[in-house]
Nanobody, 115 residues
Framework: QEQLVESGGGLVQAGGSLTLSCAASGLVFRLMDMSWYRQAPAKERELVASVTSIGRLIYADSVKGRFTISRDNAKKMVYLQMNSLKPEDTADYYC?????????WGQGTQVTVSS
């Protein structure tokens, strides 16, 4: 069964760091582009970062220089290292991928940054 499961969210003070993890199963992980999205209260879901199957990295302007996305194909894991966190980074963070048939979303992990 295809599945994405996030972990690593929590409460952190502004300026702090968190690392989110996403475990994939049932997918041909190494061939798939992987992304992190986030959705803050009363806002639309937005792309945070992506890592393609060949390692190309894409970041939202709002997180460039602070967040780092990475993947481990052997473990079928994707990570989001978040540094210098700001209150505006508070959101539910989702792992995402797609194949030729459908989109796959994780259940989300909550990140709260206090000022």
């Amino acid at each position: 069964q295809e599945q994405l499961v996030e972990s690593g969210g929590g409460l952190v003070q502004a300026g702090g760091s968190l690392t989110l993890s996403c475990a994939a199963s049932g997918l041909v992980f190494r061939l798939m582009d992987m992304s992190w999205y986030r959705q803050a209260p009363a806002k639309e879901r937005e792309l945070v970062a992506s890592v393609t199957s060949i390692g190309r990295l894409i970041y939202a302007d709002s997180v460039k220089g602070r967040f780092t996305i990475s993947r481990d194909n052997a473990k079928k894991m994707v990570y989001l290292q978040m540094n210098s966190l700001k209150p505006e980074d508070t959101a539910d963070y989702y792992c995402y991928t797609k194949d030729g048939v459908r989109d796959y979303w994780g259940q989300g992990t909550q990140v709260t940054v206090s000022s």
